[in-house]
Structures are given as structure tokens and as C-alpha cells.
């Protein structure tokens, strides 16, 4: 029996359903490695239908390994393919199809909410991919994953830094991240703030800070991209994305075991010094996503892993 | 002062409604100009309660109490009588529904809920935040807080 169907928001999980998957996903990362000899078929024989309808090629990547890791197949829809699609019909028809070729789908889409009507109309599961400026709850999740792993989930102390006003990947973690008792810290330009109203809606230790301040006493540092055009002129954005880059000196104040993180792609907000650095674990991130997405793929098939066959 | 809209012998009458909503109590009710009803609304009535209220009675049907109930949404203080023969039948006042359906229009323009051609109803959470009615978009999150500004 699965916990959940459909997965459209970080919100829709308990701290416990999130913890499940953690540990579910911890029990795949094995296998998600492709280690030779090791595989395993838990979705031999099951379909995952990708839809992008717009471009997202590494979580459509790491949708299609977990996938095949798994033993099953994928097929896709690209952006190009979409667009075409979105012209003549609508999302409810495509979906109303698809869901007869495939077990599950996987969807990316502009609109906001288009995953959650996508899921009221589908015959079996949908997993939200991103929609427009809404959730992304699998990057949440391999978030989650990534800190449990690499430093402490329960009670840590959390920057974030960059865009805070537009990434929807800094919202939804936020909101999950409060569930673990965990102290916040905020770190952006004036014009990228967290917003007012979502911060009405959040109960925890928030705090806005600057990175000199907090540097010496966070165990994860959580860097977004500063887009250029959140703003009015290049100068500006210069000015302000330039005072956001972290590089290994200013780390030489961190404690021994922070981890930085970052959802990739990334510009030139984390210099490339940094990679050779313990704290970087951005890869290492990406790579979660595969024994993540497993996890996910494995719950929302209602496959349990006490079905587990190892060839 | 002299009451401007008579009794009615059968029908629906929704009292102490806000003043200045008994409009958008019709549109709420889906009262149009193709009702077959008699409707009649009164607007900027004295009460010692509310110091002005509006008035709505719609002759000739019993109201579904689910219906009548998203009046809460702008007139949470609005009530119900039911009247049969000339007497109150039935009277209640409206309970704030927890979700409502194609009644509020999200203002997010990139929400699914306003793409054209999909069959899709808007769809919105509502709960009280101390005495203010929020309203949550199932589709897209978005909170409202004046409801009354974004009545389809």
C-alpha cells in the first residue's frame, strides 16, 4: 500500500512520509550507483512516461536513470514535442492518453498547479516535475537527502543565500526544512528577499543575516543562481550577484564539516576553487536525486522494497 | 421607516447581509437575468445591528443550504430564512464552507485554473485567519484575503 499516489507538493507529506523516503532512498543508493553485477528489477516490466513541456534535461535525465536502474522503461515527451502539442491540445487530453501508455508520468509544465489538475485526471500516478513557479517536491526531497546524508537533518543551522524571492526550490525547502527543528538563515539582496506572505505562512527560527555573520556557525550552506533578469540593468545585477560568489576564502572561516549545496546549473556563484574543497557536495547532490526519484518511483507504483529482487 | 420590499409567501430570504454585497450575493447564487423567479434585493437598509445592511429574497424556492452557505465567503454574518406559507419554516445562519468550487477567480494568470480551453474549475481552500476570511487556491497556492474582490 502506498503512502502516497500521486506526489504534487512537499506540503501534501508528513515528516514521517518524508523520513520513509529518506530511508527507502538510502536503502536504493546502492543500486543507484549501477555498481556492475548489482542490479535491481523492481519495476521490471513498468513504463515511466516523462512529459516535459519545457526544458528540463538533467531532472529528466535523472528521472529516466532512476527509472532504468530500477529495471523499467521510460518514454519520453521533450520540450520541442510539447510545443507542438500545446498549440492544438489540452493539458487534460495529453494527459487523458498518456496515462493509457504508461504506469506513471512525469511532468514538468509552465502553469502552476498544472501537476495537480495533470494528477486529478491521470488513471495512474503523476509526479510533479515543476510547475512554472510553483513545486519541484523532489528537488525538496533530494535536498532533504542530501543534508541528512552529508551533515545532520534534525536541528541543524541552514543559510540560504541568493534568489530567496523567485526560486521555488528555496521555498519548498524552507517549508520542509521547519519540520525538523532546524534554524534558518536568510541570505539575499534587498530586491530578492524571501517574500512577506510567504513568510506569514511559515512557523520556525528564521532569520535574515548576512554570510560574514553566520559563516563560523552554519553546518549547510545553500547557494541559489541570481538571474539576470530579476534585474532592471546589468549594471545592478553585476553589482549585486558579484557580492554573492563563494569561494574557498571566504569558507576559510566555516566550520570543518559545512557542506555547500546548490541545485545546479550553477553561473558563477560558486567558484571553481570551491570544488576541490570537503565542503563541496553539489555533484554529489545531483547524484542523490537518482536514489531519490527511486524511492519515489517505487512508492508511488506501490512496489515495496521487501519485493526486492537482486540479479 | 417603511420596509421597501414586501413579505414573501414561499421562498428564500437572505438578511443581514454586508451592505454593498447583495450583488455579488446574486452572482454567488447564480441569479441572472435568465432566473424565473421573482428576486428582489434591498441595499443600504438601517439595522441596529449592523448600522446598514442588504437584503435579498428570492420568491418561490428553497435555496440548497450548501449554496447558500458560500455567502459566507463576503457576508459571514448573513442569514437564512426559509419561508413556507408566510412563516419561517427554517432559520440559520451561513457557515463558512471549507472549500468551494468555480465561485472564486485566481488572480495568478499563470495559474492552470485560468488556462483556456482546459476543463478545469477553479478551486479554493477557505479558512478564518482570526476574523479575516483567506482563500486558497487548490491549483496554484495562492492566498487571497478579499475574497469579495475575486468573486467570478
Known sequence: MSRFKHLISIEDLTKDDILYILQKAEELEFYAKGTKGDKINLLEGKILANLFFEPSTRTRMSFESAMKRLGGDVINMTAQEASSIVKGETLADTIRVVSEYADAIVIRHPLEGSARFAAELSSVPVINAGDGAGQHPTQTLLDLYTIKKESRLEGATIALMGDLKYSRTVHSLIKALTLFNTRIYLISPDALKLPEDFLEDVKGDISEATLDEVISEIDVLYVTRIQKERFPDEEEYRKVAGSYIINSEILSKAKKDLIVMHPLPRVNEISSDVDLTRHAIYFKQAFYGVPVRMAILCEVMGVALGEVKVG | ?152
Open chain 2, 1 to 152: 421607516m417603511q420596509l421597501t420590499i414586501s413579505k414573501i409567501k414561499d421562498g428564500t430570504v437572505i438578511d443581514h447581509i454586508n451592505s454593498g454585497m447583495a450583488l455579488m450575493v446574486l452572482r454567488i447564487l447564480g441569479i441572472s437575468s435568465g432566473t424565473k423567479e421573482p428576486v428582489s434585493m434591498a441595499m443600504n437598509v438601517p439595522s441596529k445591528k449592523m448600522g446598514k445592511k442588504d437584503i435579498v429574497k428570492v420568491e418561490g424556492k428553497f435555496i440548497n443550504e450548501d449554496e447558500l452557505n458560500r455567502i459566507a465567503l463576503i457576508a459571514p454574518g448573513a442569514t437564512i430564512n426559509l419561508i413556507e406559507n408566510y412563516e419561517i419554516r427554517k432559520k440559520f445562519r451561513v457557515v463558512l464552507p471549507g472549500f468551494v468550487e468555480g465561485i472564486i477567480k485566481c488572480p495568478n494568470s499563470n495559474c492552470i485554473s485560468n488556462a483556456e480551453r482546459e476543463p478545469i474549475r477553479s478551486k479554493f481552500h477557505v479558512s478564518k485567519e482570526g476574523e479575516a476570511i483567506v482563500a486558497r487556491c487548490h491549483y496554484c497556492g495562492r492566498k487571497l484575503r478579499s475574497v469579495e474582490d475575486f468573486i467570478a
